[in-house]
């Protein structure tokens, strides 16, 4: 039997001793690893500005306070996406306004958001769902229409692209995660991309307190002024050297999750029990965050005896999300949504195993994956 982790980061010698140089120094805060790790990842998605930050929540977060929306306010978001997405709007003191999934990709439906737009509404908020890009040039197009600020969550979308631009050059500002089982990790951290100078100007200030200079521009030490509101919301010399080493293995990394989806596609597409979304298609390159794959109405409730077969026989799986995020708790209380209000993200929520594509694992894996699907299948159907 194999040993198949859903997600594993990949790290070796080289993250390693960059911890360890960090450790031997005497800066762990504050120091230069930070701006060069922006540099790299600035160069990686060709994006004039980048931000390091501790968490995509906390870019997601900042990039609200930063607009100024608040308490009166609403943000259109999408029903399917992890919670984060939607407690950045809701910290921010806006109102979520929520859209159902695209059936075919997992998406925001974006021919759905115009019915949500009120005098009230100040932004969209879109995620590209397993890395497959949103439509962003359609959904732009109604941005501009209504003057909306556009907020892209990438937290899954590293390596996504349209027509060769990088997904978070887009919108007004894109948001990304480096938790371990993501494209690439710095254990904890996030980062933020922007096109425009005076907003990455701003960006950088507030996520460090509001302080007008950082420790470097300052010319006695300890002397500074703060002229703004802001967070603590940076990343650290550990988590930045961490970074700098994985930003060099992502074409690698990215190359190896597309070669494993692409065999566990074919491998799954002529299961008829099975739907599976859209990925890549036309100018739009998916990053293959992961594969999940839609049972059908008539195994939708066998879902997790097929996960404890796959667990069983070695098989790491996830869910990509267990709920719509209107049906979790604190939003079904605080909104009053009923079931059924977005089906399509009910389908996938409800109806979804995700299955793992990382660069920890090899095409025999896939068939290996694929196998086990199939056998899993067949044994909760008789």
Not at 15 to 42: C, Q, R, T, W
Not at 152 to 176: P, Q, R
Not at 301 to 312: A, S, T
């Amino acid at each position: 039997m194999r040993a198949i982790p859903f997600g594993k980061p990949i790290i070796d010698d080289h993250e390693k001793n960059a911890v360890m140089d960090v450790l031997s120094g005497n800066i762990l805060v504050h120091g230069p690893y930070a701006k060069e790790f922006e540099k790299s990842f600035a160069t990686f998605t060709n994006s004039p500005y980048a931000i390091s930050t501790s968490s995509c929540t906390a870019s997601l977060h900042l990039s609200y306070f930063t607009f100024g929306i608040g308490k009166g306010d609403e943000v259109i978001v999408p029903a399917q996406t992890h919670v984060a997405t939607v407690h950045a709007v809701e910290l921010s003191g806006a109102t979520p306004v929520f859209v159902d999934a695209d059936y075919t990709t997992g998406n925001i439906d974006i021919d759905q958001i115009e019915a949500k737009i009120t005098d009230k509404t100040k932004a969209i908020s879109i995620v590209h769902f397993l890395g497959m890009p949103v439509d962003m040039p359609k959904l732009m197009q109604i941005a501009k229409k209504h003057n909306l600020k556009v907020i892209e969550d990438c937290a899954l979308a590293i390596g996504s692209k349209i027509n060769g631009k990088h997904v978070g050059l887009f919108g007004d500002t894109g948001s990304f995660s480096f938790y371990p089982v993501k494209h690439m990790t710095t254990a904890e951290g996030g980062m933020l991309i922007t096109t425009h100078h005076d907003l990455a100007e701003k960006l950088t200030r507030q996520k460090a307190f509001g302080v007008d200079r950082t420790v470097s521009e300052r010319k006695v030490p300890g002397e500074y002024d703060v002229n703004m509101l802001g967070f603590n919301y940076r990343m650290n010399e550990i988590e930045a050297v961490i970074g700098i080493e994985q930003v060099k293995k992502l074409p690698t990394f990215l190359l190896k999750r597309r070669e494993n989806f692409e065999v566990l596609e074919t491998q799954l597409k002529e299961i008829a029990e099975i739907d599976l979304l859209q990925s890549s298609y036309d100018n739009l390159q998916s990053s293959h965050y992961c594969l999940s794959i839609i049972l059908n109405d008539q195994l939708k409730d066998k879902r997790f005896e097929i996960v404890k077969f796959l667990r069983e026989n070695g098989v790491g799986t996830s869910i990509y999300y267990p709920r719509p995020v209107p049906d979790f708790t604190y939003y079904k209380n605080r909104y009053n949504y009923k079931e059924n209000e977005f089906p399509n993200a009910a389908r996938i929520s409800y109806q979804s195993i995700a299955l793992p594509v990382g660069p920890h694992l090899n095409v025999e894996d896939m068939q290996y994956i694929a196998d086990m699907v199939k056998n899993s299948i067949n044994i909760v159907k008789n």
